[in-house]
C-alpha cells in the first residue's frame, strides 16, 4: 500500500474537525505533519461520553525504522498503520476506521455488505436460547429454510465498529470447530449476526445436566474438537481471550465446536497487550495476563488447560470457593487447579502441562493435538 493513497494535506484542525464529524471510536486520519517531510496520525476516543484526540508524530530511528510507539518498529508506515489497527500498544485506541476527507468514512477493509448483509425481512426471530456479555442470543428461522442463531447486540455495549469487525473475523475463519456465521443484519439496531445453530446449546449447561451421562470417550473426543478448533485460530495468528466451556457450543451430534471468538484480535507479533481496564475472566487466565494484561496464544493454551478441567469435572466451577483476588494470589504461588475425578493421571498432566508459568513452557495447540511427547497428546490419550 502507497502511503500517498491515504495520506492527506490538511491542518491539525482540519483534522480534527473531520474526526468529530465522523465520531467513531478509532477514528483516524493520516497526514502530512508540519514538520516537513513527516507524518502524523490523528486517533479520535470516546469512552463512558467522553471524547479525546490524540496527534502521534510517526519517527524514526536511526537505521531508517518507523515507529508510533518506540519498541514497535517497521520497514515501512503502511506497516506500522498496520500494526496499529490491531493493536493499540501505547496508543489512546487501535486505529481502527481511516478517515479521509474526499470520502468521509472508508469502510474496514475486507467487509462487503452485498455478499454478507442478510435483510431482517428475511428471519422470523424465536425463542430466546441465551445470552452473553455483549447481547441477547435467539433462535430463528432464514428464510423459513432452517434453524440460526441470531445474536442481538446490546445497546451501549459495543461499538457498531467492534461488531463489524467481529463479523470480520468470523467471516474469515472456516473450520468443522468453529461456529459458522452466515451473515449479519446492519440497517437497523439493534445490529445482529446471524450464525449456525447448535441444538445442544451451550458445553457448560450440557456438561452440568448430562456430564453424568456420556462416557469417557465423549471427554476426549470434545477436547480435541476445541483443541481443533483453537489449533485452527493459532495458525492464522488470531486469540480467542475468553475461551472457556461457556464459550463452547454442542450441536446435535454431540460434537462441541468454538464460538465467540470474534472478538479476538488479529495479532501480527501473536501478542495483545490490552488497554488499561480491560476486563478478563481471572479464572481461566495466566500469570501474564493476571499481572499484565498480556495476551498471547500460550495464554489461550491456559485456558484450554482449564476448559479440560470443566469437561472432566463435569462443569464445575475452577477454585469455585476462593474469590478472584484469592486465585490471583494462588495462581502467582503456583497453585493449580486439582485433578478432576474422571481425568486419568495422563489427561491432568496434559492440562497441568498448560498452567506452566511462562508462556515458553506451555506447548502449542498444534504440539497438543498432533505431536508425541512422552506420549501425551490428545490424540494418543485414547
Known amino acids: 500500500?502507497?502511503?500517498?493513497?491515504?495520506?492527506?494535506?490538511?491542518?491539525?484542525?482540519?483534522?480534527?474537525?473531520?474526526?468529530?464529524?465522523?465520531?467513531?471510536?478509532?477514528?483516524?486520519?493520516?497526514?502530512?505533519?508540519?514538520?516537513?517531510?513527516?507524518?502524523?496520525?490523528?486517533?479520535?476516543?470516546?469512552?463512558?461520553?467522553?471524547?479525546?484526540?490524540?496527534?502521534?508524530?510517526?519517527?524514526?530511528?536511526?537505521?531508517?525504522?518507523?515507529?508510533?510507539?518506540?519498541?514497535?518498529?517497521?520497514?515501512?508506515?503502511?506497516?506500522?498503520?498496520?500494526?496499529?489497527?490491531?493493536?493499540?500498544?501505547?496508543?489512546?485506541?487501535?486505529?481502527?476506521?481511516?478517515?479521509?476527507?474526499?470520502?468521509?468514512?472508508?469502510?474496514?477493509?475486507?467487509?462487503?455488505?452485498?455478499?454478507?448483509?442478510?435483510?431482517?425481512?428475511e428471519l422470523t426471530i424465536l425463542d430466546e436460547v441465551g445470552s452473553g456479555q455483549f447481547g441477547v442470543v435467539r433462535l430463528g428461522m432464514w428464510k423459513g429454510q432452517g434453524k440460526v442463531a441470531i445474536k442481538a447486540v446490546k445497546e451501549n455495549t459495543m461499538h457498531d465498529e467492534d461488531f463489524i469487525e467481529e463479523a470480520k473475523v468470523m467471516m474469515r475463519m472456516d473450520h468443522p470447530q468453529l461456529v459458522k456465521l452466515y451473515g449479519v443484519c446492519l440497517k437497523q439496531q439493534p445490529l445482529m449476526l446471524v450464525t449456525e445453530f447448535m441444538d445442544n446449546g451451550c458445553l457448560l449447561n450440557f456438561l452440568r445436566q448430562r456430564g453424568r451421562t456420556v462416557g469417557g470417550a465423549w471427554l476426549l473426543s470434545t477436547c480435541q474438537d476445541i483443541c481443533q478448533g483453537m489449533t485452527y485460530l493459532e495458525r492464522h495468528n488470531y486469540l480467542h481471550r475468553d475461551l472457556a466451556a461457556r464459550n463452547c457450543l454442542v450441536d446435535h451430534q454431540q460434537k462441541v465446536k468454538v464460538s465467540d471468538f470474534g472478538m479476538t484480535r488479529y495479532v501480527l507479533d501473536n501478542q495483545y497487550t490490552s488497554s488499561i481496564g480491560c476486563k478478563f475472566p481471572v479464572k481461566w487466565s495466566p500469570p501474564e495476563v493476571l499481572h499484565f494484561s498480556k495476551y498471547s496464544s500460550k495464554s489461550d493454551v491456559w485456558s484450554f488447560g482449564v476448559v479440560m478441567w470443566e469437561v472432566y469435572s463435569e462443569g464445575r466451577i475452577p477454585f469455585e470457593n476462593h474469590s478472584n483476588q484469592e486465585v490471583v494470589e494462588n495462581i502467582s504461588r503456583g497453585v493449580r487447579l486439582y485433578r478432576p475425578h474422571r481425568a486419568t493421571s495422563q489427561i491432568y498432566n496434559t492440562m497441568y502441562r498448560c498452567w506452566h508459568e511462562t508462556p515458553l513452557g506451555r506447548p502449542t495447540f498444534s504440539e497438543l493435538l498432533e505431536h508425541r511427547q512422552r506420549g501425551q497428546c490428545l490424540k494418543t490419550l485414547d
Open 1 to 121: 500500500m502507497d502511503a500517498n493513497l491515504w495520506c492527506c494535506n490538511i491542518t491539525r484542525t482540519e483534522a480534527e474537525y473531520l474526526l468529530r464529524q465522523e465520531d467513531k471510536e478509532g477514528g483516524y486520519v493520516l497526514r502530512t505533519s508540519s514538520h516537513q517531510g513527516l507524518y502524523t496520525v490523528s486517533v479520535y476516543s470516546k469512552t463512558a461520553g467522553f471524547s479525546c484526540i490524540r496527534h502521534y508524530q510517526i519517527k524514526h530511528t536511526d537505521s531508517g525504522q518507523f515507529f508510533l510507539a518506540e519498541k514497535y518498529t517497521f520497514g515501512s508506515i503502511p506497516e506500522v498503520i498496520t500494526y496499529h489497527q490491531h493493536n493499540a500498544a501505547g496508543l489512546v485506541t487501535r486505529l481502527r476506521y481511516l478517515i479521509s476527507p474526499m470520502r468521509r468514512s472508508l469502510p474496514i477493509a475486507g467487509f462487503s455488505s452485498e455478499k454478507w448483509e442478510i435483510d431482517l425481512s
